[in-house]
């Protein structure tokens, strides 16, 4: 039963372009949404997080969108540069901090950003 | 350390035998999480520590797995018979409370053949 999904296994866009990366969820405990990037043979890399009582968060150039009704999160990069192609990954957590207790993730898209 | 150092990098077994792979969490970091990434899949939980004790081994897939923290930093997962299912790459991470997010390890990739 896969409770955090990302249906898109990859995403190619152009530099200087918006990169939409999409994660679906299915446990209503789930109260806090973390994104992770992770490069070839490193470990992923704590990106953004958001919190269930808010639907927005961003961070320079990246921006987290969450639609409780729909169990759904985005993650929106603009503008998108070579540097950000990697694999991403969407983490749910339902201890209201993302930072104790177990994430469940997801399969991960792997985003192209084209020169 | 400056981060979350994985020893082995890499690990070839062969089946049936036993292996330990080791985690340096970041100094102070009193929460460890092992984690479990088979090829085209997102990490999947094994078990969480805080301090020395285990608060949460719900994600050990059988009794051949077995994790410690003895004195609240250094951590070791241990695979007993391990089975060729057990290739994958074993990410450790910690965290401090209050801090949004792990801080993952680069990893041991572990081959059974």
């Known amino acids: 039963d896969q409770q955090v999904k990302q249906n898109s296994p990859s995403l190619s866009v152009q530099e200087g372009r918006i990169s939409i990366l999409n994660c679906d969820y299915t446990?209503?405990?789930?109260?806090?949404f973390l994104w992770y990037k992770k490069y070839p043979a490193e470990g992923p890399t704590f990106l953004i997080s958001?919190?269930?009582?808010?639907d927005k968060n961003e961070d320079g150039r990246f921006t987290v969108f969450l639609n409780k009704s729909a169990k759904h999160l985005s993650l929106h990069i603009v503008p998108s540069q070579p540097g950000d192609s990697a694999v991403y990954f969407c983490a749910a957590s339902a201890d209201g901090s993302g930072n104790t207790g177990k994430l469940i993730f997801g399969q991960g898209t792997t985003l192209q950003v084209k020169p | 350390g400056a981060g979350v150092s994985q020893t082995p990098s890499n690990k070839v077994t062969e089946k049936g035998k036993y292996v330990e792979l080791r985690c340096d969490p970041i100094s102070g970091h009193t929460a460890l999480y092992w984690y479990r990434q088979s090829l085209g899949q997102g990490p999947e939980f094994l078990i969480y520590?805080?301090?020395?004790?285990?608060?949460?081994d719900s994600g050990l897939p059988n009794d051949r797995f077995f994790a410690v923290r003895p004195e609240g930093s250094v951590s070791t997962l241990k695979i007993q018979r391990t089975e060729r299912g057990d290739s994958a790459v074993y990410l450790c991470?910690?965290?401090?409370?209050?801090?949004?997010?792990?801080?993952f390890g680069s990893g041991t990739r572990l081959t059974v053949v």
């Open positions: 446990n209503s405990m789930f109260d806090y």
């Open positions: 991470a910690s965290s401090l409370p209050g801090k949004s997010g792990y801080t």
């Open positions: 958001i919190s269930s009582i808010k």
């Open positions: 520590f805080q301090g020395t004790g285990a608060a949460d």
